[in-house]
């Protein structure tokens, strides 16, 4: 778990990375300071992106749960959810769209149209 790395995440940030320079998607952010650190934020359209990994965020798409100290890593997660909900409500009370990708829709590419057309509603 030491390996793995909160920024510039090969699974999740640097793919999103890729996908804004593909599609010439320009003025995002990052490491803005907002609550919640958002992985990307575009200040003009008031949208913030987190790209959150699946075990770390409590996202079940697959069966990956520690069999060593088990209480822990449940209690992290749960921990993670519950300030992820609270970090979203206070972003969206500020009035800022928050947009929550999972690491599995960026393997499989789920997430562009919806991305795309946040980013095209301005």
């Given at each position: 778990m030491r390996r793995v790395k909160s920024s510039r995440n090969a699974s999740t940030e640097l793919k999103l990375i890729q996908f804004f320079k593909n599609?010439?998607?320009?003025?995002?952010r990052r490491s803005y300071p907002l609550?919640?650190?958002p992985d990307f934020v575009f200040p003009k359209q008031r949208i913030v992106i987190f790209a959150d990994g699946c075990f770390w965020h409590g996202h079940?798409?697959?069966?990956?749960k520690p069999a060593q100290n088990r209480t822990y890593w449940e209690s992290k997660r749960d921990r993670?959810?519950?300030?992820?909900?609270?970090?979203t409500?206070?972003?969206q009370k500020k009035g800022w769209t928050v947009i929550?990708?999972?690491e599995c829709e960026l393997k499989k590419g789920s997430y562009e149209s919806r991305l795309l057309s946040a980013l095209q509603s301005d």
């Open positions: 599609h010439k998607i320009k003025g995002w609550v919640g650190k079940d798409c697959r069966n990956t993670n959810i519950a300030r992820d909900i609270l970090v409500n206070a972003l929550r990708i999972w």
